[in-house]
Every structure is written in structure tokens, then in C-alpha cells.
């Protein structure tokens, strides 16, 4: 089992940078590929990031390519997604998702088997 716990989220204005970071629990997160997921008001939950166990291989959403960069640190268990040039439609819920049936990056979230509680980015323009 993991636990996962986000923190990172605020209010930055358009053009900005906001760091996240994912603080996971368990014996599985070393051997789980993760990812970042993120949730407007009235929409689904959409792909952001996502990496594989060992940090070598990521995949990231089109509309967040060249300006997001996901990253992990196994021995302090932790992901981080480092978000640039932000924009007023990055505004949404972003989730920590954690799959623990495979080491390798996936981009559907039914893939995922845990999930942390989400923090709120706001972009403001």
C-alpha cells in the first residue's frame, strides 16, 4: 500500500513557476511508476506527467510539454513536478497517482491504483 500526500499548490500569476511535490509512503513506491494528474471545475481529470520507477523514462501531456518537468527521488520518497510558464488554463486540482502493477510510465489514469488528495494551482492572468 502507499500513502501519498501533495503539497506546492497556491496562486501565481501568469508566466510564473510553482513547484510540487509528492511525499509517499510504502514499501511498493521504489518498484511503482508515478504520476501527476490534473482536474478543472466541469471537466475530467486529465494526464499531466507520469515516470517510470528507476526516473529514467517520463511521458508528459501535450499541453504541458517544454514547460513541466517531473521528477522523483527514491531514497526520499518523494516526485516533484516543476511547473514553468504557467498559464491560466494550468489552473486545476493536481493529484499524485501512484501505480504499484507496473514500473513504467502510463498516461490513463485507470492505471493508477492510489491517489493522493490534490492541491489547488490557481493562474492567475
Known amino acids: 500500500q502507499v500513502q501519498l500526500v501533495e503539497s506546492g499548490g497556491g496562486l501565481v500569476q501568469a508566466g510564473g513557476s510553482l513547484r510540487l511535490s509528492c511525499a509517499a509512503s510504502?514499501?511498493?513506491?521504489?518498484?511503482?511508476?508515478m504520476g501527476w494528474f490534473r482536474q478543472a471545475p466541469g471537466k475530467e481529470r486529465d494526464f499531466v506527467a507520469a515516470?517510470?520507477?528507476?526516473?529514467?523514462?517520463?511521458m508528459y501531456a501535450d499541453a504541458v510539454k517544454g514547460r513541466f518537468i517531473i521528477s522523483r527521488d527514491n531514497a526520499k520518497g518523494t516526485v516533484s513536478l516543476q511547473m514553468n510558464s504557467l498559464n491560466p488554463e494550468d489552473t486545476a486540482v493536481y493529484y499524485c497517482?501512484?501505480?504499484?502493477?507496473?514500473?513504467?510510465?502510463?498516461?490513463?489514469?485507470?492505471?493508477?491504483?492510489?491517489w493522493g488528495q490534490g492541491t489547488q494551482v490557481t493562474v492567475s492572468s
Open positions: 510504502g514499501r511498493t513506491f521504489s518498484r511503482s511508476a
Open positions: 497517482a501512484a501505480n504499484t502493477r507496473s514500473p513504467y510510465e502510463r498516461n490513463w489514469a485507470g492505471d493508477y491504483d492510489y
Open positions: 515516470i517510470n520507477w528507476v526516473g529514467a523514462g517520463t
